[in-house]
């Protein structure tokens, strides 16, 4: 079946640590997407990558990397200077048609909580 | 700044009434529009989306939404709620001048009373 992972789940972090999320997608889709998602305050980009090789910081990208090796892998790393990190966190991707980015596909989500 | 509103961060009805979420955005140029829901705990999904052509769409689970330019708006609708259909749901807009990001609203939490 196509869609997209992400691993792990639950994750949990002592502060000062770094964490990798991972985002994993067999779609063939060229875009791919990090969001953060807190209680009413709805999704907010934190970073997107529209080929290999490439991405741009979105809205609140302070305390978040992340690398685009390959076309179908998007891991967003939590730093330490995030200063508040705990939240849910959502992986999304999508098809680039002529230079407009479609419909975007979600995976299940990873709820980091910072100890 | 261009803007999506869902009126209403919290709807209630009960169970075989009418559901009305609704989705305001402000655009010049009509834009390209989305309606996600959201269980607990996991992604969001596609309900449905308008981009040109038939200002009517349907989506899934018997929802449908309507484009109306002159009142900017894209309102969501069922005409008979389930229980299931208790579940957060955002509305999303995508211009054709910020092709590479969604404008999300902040979302709106369906309750379905038995």
């Known amino acids: 079946d196509g869609g997209i992972t992400q691993s792990p789940k639950y994750l949990f972090r002592k502060e000062g640590q770094n964490v990798t999320l991972s985002c994993e997608q067999n779609l063939n889709h060229d875009a791919m997407y990090w969001y953060r998602q807190d209680p009413g305050q709805g999704l907010r980009l934190i970073y997107y990558?529209?080929?290999?090789?490439?991405?741009q910081k979105g809205d609140i990208a302070e305390g978040y990397s992340v690398s685009r090796e390959k076309k179908e892998s998007f891991p967003l790393t939590v730093t330490s200077a995030q200063k508040n990190p705990t939240a849910f966190y959502l992986c999304a991707s999508s098809n680039v048609r002529g230079g407009q980015t479609d419909t975007q596909y979600f995976g299940p989500g990873t709820r980091l909580t910072v100890l | 700044a261009q803007s999506v509103t869902q009126l209403g961060s919290h709807v209630s009805v009960s169970e075989g009434a009418l559901v009305l979420l609704r989705c305001n955005y402000s655009?010049?140029?009509?834009?390209?529009l989305f309606w996600y829901v959201q269980y607990p705990n996991q992604g969001l999904q596609l309900l449905l989306k308008?981009?040109?052509?038939a200002t009517l769409v349907k989506g899934i689970n018997g929802f449908e939404a309507e484009f109306k330019k002159s009142e900017t708006s894209f309102h969501l609708t069922k005409p008979s709620a389930h229980m299931s259909d208790a579940a957060e749901y955002f509305c999303a807009s995508l211009n054709a001048g910020n092709n590479r990001k969604l404008i999300w609203g902040l979302g709106t939490s369906l309750a379905v009373n038995p």
């Open positions: 308008y981009t040109t052509g």
């Open positions: 990558s529209q080929i290999v090789n490439d991405f």
């Open positions: 655009s010049s140029v009509p834009p390209y």
